[in-house]
């Protein structure tokens, strides 16, 4: 299985493990993944630079499309995938949607997002994200153009604005896999996020995740939850605790990627789209 069948679909062994805490809600499932990330993240960060404007930046958003298509194919629920065009450059973003099975909670969306591209030609520890019918609506973004202003994720943010959907809940995933040996923590960030969701993304670390967390500051919206953010939309951002000191540079490559940090930013991507797929958890 890829990487992205995992985050997306929640391709994964699922075992039953109720929690303690009274804030995380009873009959809680404790993610086991297994999955084969070097074979997706290879292939993905293979492509010689991912820049939004470049033939690669294309040609990469066309095969992590293709991979998403093949992902739903035989999902026994109601799953569609479709680009979203921008006017400024050639690589579109991606949106898988699993509709939920409740009519009437259906119309409330949660929201897993993640950017495809990369500037210069570097980016391994970049953003990858990825039979369950969710009551609530769950959607997979990936975002085009977000190293050059969070442009993908700022238009789409727009439109749901305009709309007025009903995003209950957004995780941005990136830069998960730079570990630091003795450092097994996840850097929950308290900047440009929404304190519930923030808040909620703690308990399923204690939950779901063998790492510990620690709080973390940007100083600016320096990744896609930011955009939601700026249209009052209830976003978290979980990100390695130290960034990559080689970040865009060469080094920033598939060797440095940490996979057994990177399984657990996936439990941790799991547990939010299951606990937020009813209500209770927000």
Same mark, same amino acid.
């Given at each position: 299985?890829?990487?992205?069948?995992?985050? *997306?679909?929640?391709?994964?062994?699922?075992?039953?493990?109720?929690?303690?805490?009274?804030?995380?809600?009873?009959?809680?499932?404790?993610?086991?993944?297994?999955?084969?990330?070097?074979?997706? $993240?290879?292939?993905?960060?293979?492509?010689?630079?991912?820049?939004?404007? *470049?033939?690669?930046?294309?040609?990469?958003?066309?095969?992590?499309?293709?991979?998403?298509?093949? *992902?739903?194919?035989?999902?026994?629920?109601?799953?569609? $995938?479709?680009?979203?065009?921008? /006017?400024?450059?050639?690589?579109? *973003?991606?949106?898988?949607?699993?509709?939920?099975?409740?009519?009437?909670?259906?119309?409330?969306?949660?929201?897993?997002?993640?950017?495809?591209?990369?500037?210069?030609?570097?980016?391994?520890?970049?953003?990858? /994200?990825?039979?369950?019918?969710?009551?609530?609506?769950?959607?997979?973004?990936?975002?085009?153009?977000?190293?050059?202003?969070?442009?993908?994720?700022?238009?789409? %943010?727009?439109?749901?604005?305009?709309?007025? $959907? =009903?995003?209950?809940?957004?995780?941005?995933?990136?830069?998960?896999?730079?570990?630091? %040996?003795?450092?097994?923590?996840?850097?929950?960030?308290?900047?440009?996020?929404?304190?519930?969701?923030?808040?909620?993304?703690?308990?399923?670390?204690?939950?779901?995740?063998?790492?510990?967390?620690?709080?973390?500051?940007?100083?600016?919206?320096?990744?896609?939850?930011?955009?939601?953010?700026?249209?009052?939309?209830?976003?978290?951002? /979980?990100?390695?605790?130290?960034?990559? /000191?080689?970040?865009?540079?060469?080094?920033? =490559?598939?060797?440095?990627?940490?996979?057994?940090?990177? =399984?657990?930013?996936?439990?941790?991507?799991?547990?939010?789209?299951?606990?937020?797929?009813?209500?209770?958890?927000?």
């Amino acid at each position: 299985m890829k990487l992205v069948l995992v985050v *997306s679909l929640g391709v994964a062994l699922v075992a039953s493990c109720p929690f303690g805490d009274e804030e995380i809600k009873a009959g809680k499932r404790l993610i086991k993944t297994s999955f084969e990330e070097p074979d997706f $993240v290879g292939t993905f960060s293979s492509y010689f630079s991912r820049y939004y404007q *470049s033939p690669n930046g294309t040609e990469s958003q066309r095969w992590l499309l293709s991979q998403v298509q093949d *992902s739903i194919a035989n999902y026994v629920g109601n799953a569609t $995938v479709n680009e979203v065009v921008h /006017p400024f450059g050639v690589q579109n *973003s991606i949106i898988a949607r699993i509709t939920g099975s409740d009519p009437t909670l259906r119309g409330e969306i949660v929201i897993i997002g993640a950017h495809q591209d990369s500037v210069n030609t570097f980016g391994a520890l970049l953003a990858a /994200p990825g039979g369950y019918i969710p009551k609530r609506t769950i959607e997979f973004h990936w975002y085009a153009a977000e190293e050059v202003g969070l442009r993908g994720s700022a238009a789409i %943010a727009q439109i749901y604005n305009t709309n007025r $959907v =009903n995003v209950v809940g957004m995780v941005n995933f990136d830069v998960p896999g730079y570990h630091i %040996a003795g450092r097994d923590e996840i850097g929950i960030y308290t900047d440009h996020v929404n304190a519930e969701v923030t808040t909620l993304l703690r308990l399923l670390v204690d939950g779901y995740c063998t790492y510990t967390w620690i709080n973390k500051t940007c100083g600016y919206g320096c990744s896609d939850h930011a955009s939601w953010t700026n249209y009052g939309f209830p976003a978290g951002f /979980p990100a390695e605790t130290v960034f990559h /000191p080689l970040m865009h540079r060469p080094g920033d =490559n598939f060797e440095s990627v940490g996979f057994t940090q990177v =399984n657990e930013f996936v439990k941790l991507s799991l547990g939010f789209v299951v606990e937020m797929s009813e209500p209770g958890s927000l």
